[in-house]
């Protein structure tokens, strides 16, 4: 023993777990995605997301002055969301500023880590929509083109099945599951999405309630109110759940633990509410998908609703009646 | 039926391996103790000998007038050398009785055996059990005849022993459960008998196998005592998640056990009482384990009170070079030492030295709002939040999120991937809380 002894407040020994080994589940949990999108649209998904996340990773590093780019991977994660809510079609630089105005607009100006209020890819994406609305939306969907890794996918783009285009619509529901459909990079695949969730849910990283309450709202509002148009009302529901960046959104970004509640119970309520918003824009909105402003708007709910739900406490509920 | 569970906690690395199949043996009688007056939680003691008395081993050399108190006795013949205020495991100076050891060890005998323990009443059994200065063995070290003495129109329908041992490292009741169980099943029937209670139950978590068939041995053929596989998470051994999955009683907020009917006592304290009935033995030694990966021989060992923390790791080789931190009792509740020169009281159930960089300095980030705190706090409170409140000095805010209520568990500091020392936080909330409440 060299003579000197830390003391400091108990407990003395710590979890193994960390920041960093949080986001790098994250990563691995968008492996399934990330491999379906390649698959899908090629080289350019590679592009795209490989530029999100670097430029994401370098503004922060910037931001911060610290060499090591990677830091705790809040920044990468954030830069491959970003690129999972583009199509692989467009120019590199949308991938770009989407990134640097996540990072500082969505995250840093706040103090960083723990402190933003609104998801940064969405609040990337969302600017990104204002700005360039007409490379966002519309029949620019690029069609995927499997076992083709360097095709030019830009030739041939559709509406997604959410814009109601007749066309759009002949999409079925297994195609819809397996993502072989227009879309942005993460939307299209659920199988992908949905293994990624589980391997989060393992790691104890996200629970049900959110995606629960999300999914859950979207197909119960879509089977009563969605018209039915999608073979019966049940089965409009699932086209709901699947179609558009529902399950991208459910599963990963409503689920982020920064701009998400804590508390049981306001975890439950967050996700309803942003299945209820995405369900008004969708069915009664000027846009056809809603899933970005319903979770920026529950975003910014977050702190009531954790105020109003804090959990009873152990023996709080009645006191002990003798038998 | 699988092994009782409640909900949250934490699964740290237990590390029961490096003692947890060591006898336990006596170690040597020190040369000089050091016995604190104030060793329980209560009135400390006032002084009955003075510098340069003689004493004999478990002669009661500090008493007090208070009912919440509880005597010193000498842990070894020799002479009073003084009396001053030491280092105590708990942070602050206090008045201790200091003896020179005469080589002899030997005893007096103020305290009688039982002959008959059969005949003896409740009062009989409390106040023996108060001259022999007994108090909760665990760590909390509340005096074990207060416990015994439930107020009037306070029924007492169970004791449960609590053997689960959930702090990491430590193995100091896992080896008296396979060492001495029938003292264990003995002394649960003085204090049901005491208490008038009609059940008791022995809670052990199901990672010592070995322990619950010995103690499934001792208690065959008692139809009043049960022995409950408890699943192995810590905090089983926290009072009120023992008393829940035993009994499925809440133990009410800001109450106490005995408001749901049940008392706790720990395996420790059961042997205590057994040996001060039966062999008329004070409480003048103890079972410490003394490991951690800075220990060069982790042992299991009968240690008189007084002896100096430094002695004991001595005794086990001494401390490596890289040791960063000792620790007296476990490593999610127990203190950090800022020396080793300090002596090992009735509280003391281990000595854990720790070596890992973890243990020496971690640095904490920002909240990223995972709720890992939330999950695993097993009293339900929202751990990040009372620590901002905390953090800002709004203690109103503490105090509306039910810091009081905090068991100081560790939990969630556990658990946090940012290393935020959350239950330190939450104990300066709650320390604020409660004096404001005192007024």
Known sequence: MNGKLVISSSPHIRTIQSVQSIMLDVLIALGPVVLVAVFLFGSRALITMGVAMGAAMLTEALWLRRWNIFGDGSA?????????????????????IGAVTAIIIGKQVYGGIGQNIFNPALVGRAILVASWGSRLAGPIWPVPKPFHFFADISAVTAATPLSGDAEALKVSLSQLFIGNMPGCLGETSAVALIFGAFWLAYKGHI??????????????????FGGGFYINPVMTGFFHVLAGGVLLGALFMATDMVTSPVTPNAKLIFGMGCGLITMLIRLFGAYPEGVTFAILTMNALTPLIDKFTIPRKFGEVKRFARL | MGAANFRGGVHPEYRKELTASLAITAASIPQKVVIPLHQHTGAPCEPLVKVGDPVKTGQKIGDSEAFVSAPVHASISGTVTAIE???HPLGRKVTAIIIESDGRDEWCSELEPVEKVDDLSPEEIRALIRSAGIVGLGGAA??????????????IDTVIINGAECEPYLTADHRLMLEKPDEIVFGLELIMKALGAGRGIIGIEDNKPDALRVMRQAVEGKSDMSVVALKTKYPQGAEKMLIQVTT????PSGGLPLDVGVVNHNVGSAVAITEALKKGKPLIERVVTVTGEGVRRPANLLVRLGTLVSELIDYCGGLKEETCKVITGGPMMGLAQPTTDLPVIKGTSGIVALTSEDAAFYENGSCIRCAACVRTCPINLVPTFIAQAAEHGLYDRAEKLHAADCIECGCCSYICPARIPLTQWIRIAKAEVLARRKG
């Open chain 1, 76 to 96: 990468a994660v954030t830069g491959l969301l970003l690129a999972m809510t583009l199509p692989a079609n467009v120019p590199w630089w949308i991938p770009a």
């Open chain 1, 207 to 224: 629970d049900w309630r959110i995606p629960g309450g999300f999914l859950g709202i979207v197909w119960i509002m879509g089977a009563l």
């Open chain 2, 85 to 87: 205020p030491c280092n």
């Open chain 2, 142 to 155: 509340f005096p074990a005849h207060v416990k015994l003495s439930p107020p009037e129109g306070k029924a």
């Open chain 2, 248 to 251: 499925r009683r809440v133990v």
